[in-house]
């Protein structure tokens, strides 16, 4: 696996801003296939440093973090699906992306179909744990489900989430939590032409099987998958997993319907380091949520930038 280059950079739309990191490798810096990366409620791009190195070995990554999530600027304006849509419309237009294929987790699959509802030239998409059904539509049984779900996440997936949450901030965060709970994501998802991948780990109680059938039902173009032994952010923890899912799915060669053993979707135990690899790896994410939040998007590119050399040496045995 070659080492990712990372580039950091916001995008301004209507008096807020977009925080875009690109990852690449030397093999992909010219690729044609294009990856646009969106996380759920409060979290940020952080959720995404596995699985974006992997999906840049081949293709060019943008992963987002939208106003209000990872230090940006809270919005005026109400945070609804279609705000947030209008942010990621705004960073493929900056970039030129006409055709990407669109990856949401969570809160993020609303915004995802949401864009894909206005620009049908957006062939692929990939939904990864959709939210919220309307059997349970309730912020409290949601807070339970998620709950439920988090007792089979790694810790260090909990401490990710719970660093996010403290940077995006309660007041924000409840700002959102009512537009995620009223967006019709199964209407929605009818008006949406593209071919749809739609995955959830066997153990996410926020996105339950049946609501997948739901999905599958009004959707015009869609694959199912489901990975044994995932929670709620299988996008980390079983990152191995969903990249070669979502290769399989762009290159034509996923079949309709499948089931991934745990075995072989989650990330392995980093092949060389020990404690002091994984403290530099620590720090750097701490300095990443400091430069965050004191706006500071220079220290920003350099610890995110630093933290994936540790990751890349941690998991391929410090090769190069």
Known sequence: MEPADIDVETVAFDGVRTRVTRVQTASSADAERVFVLIAGIGVAATYFDLLAPLLAQNSRVFALDLPGFAGQRAPRDEPSVSFFADQVEA?????E???????????????????????????????????????ERSVVLQGIRFAQSSLFEPFRLVLLAVSAYLLCGF?????????????????????VSA?????????????????????LSVAHDAWRWEIHGAAHSVINGNAIGVAKLMDAFVAGDLPRRGQMSQEEARVPR???????????????????????????????????ESHAAVMWRAFTGGRR
């Open 91 to 95: 960073v493929l237009d900056r970039f």
């Open 171 to 191: 007041a924000y965060f409840m700002r959102v939590l009512p537009h995620m709970m009223r967006y019709p994501l199964r209407d929605r998802l009818a008006d």
């Open 270 to 304: 980093p092949a060389y380091g020990g404690i002091a690899l994984m403290w530099r790896a620590a720090r750097y994410r701490v300095q990443e949520w400091f430069s965050a939040r004191e706006g500071d998007e220079v220290g920003v590119e350099h610890a995110k």
């Open 97 to 135: 992306l006409e055709d990407p294929v669109l990856l949401g987790h969570s809160f993020g699959t609303q915004i995802v179909t949401e864009v894909l509802a206005r620009r049908p030239a957006i062939r692929q998409a990939v939904l990864i744990g959709p939210v919220v059904n309307d059997r």
């Open 195 to 215: 071919q749809v991948l739609l995955i959830r780990g066997a153990r996410d109680f926020s996105s339950p099987r049946y609501y997948h059938s739901e999905l």
